[in-house]
């Protein structure tokens, strides 16, 4: 019954900017650590940012500097904020979230993924 449900890609520019969206919905007790992954055509889906229940976060070395991962807990939503984008950061984005449901059951959740495409 638990969804994970992206919004916020799409086609862009070179340097241009999106911000992505991921609203967890359902019997929900309390969400743990979520992250952004991401899936190029032809490779293995990697980690792009992480965080926590408590608010810290980790960064892939190549999204560093640019990508800002965030969470409104009262939303169970995480966004992640893309700047200065590279056509290398051309994939399908999938978001992620560690929670417990409300029957205590612990589990791993994914996101349908949204496409992000940065071409001139």
């Known amino acids: 019954q638990v969804q994970l449900v992206e919004s916020g890609g799409g086609l862009v520019q070179p340097g241009g900017s999106l911000r992505l969206s991921c609203a967890a919905s359902g019997s929900i007790l309390r969400i743990n650590d979520m992250g952004w992954y991401r899936q190029a055509p032809g490779e293995q889906r990697e980690l792009v940012a992480v965080?926590?229940?408590?608010?810290?976060?980790n960064y892939a070395d190549s999204v560093k500097g640019r990508f800002t991962i965030s969470r409104d807990n009262a939303k169970n939503t995480v966004y992640l904020q893309m700047n200065s984008l590279k056509p290398e950061d051309t994939a399908v984005y999938y978001c992620?979230?560690?929670?417990?449901?409300?029957?205590?059951?612990?589990?791993?959740?994914w996101g349908q993924g949204t496409q992000v495409t940065v071409s001139s």
């Open positions: 992620n979230a560690d929670l417990v449901s409300r029957f205590f059951r612990r589990d791993v959740y």
């Open positions: 965080i926590t229940g408590g608010g810290s976060t």
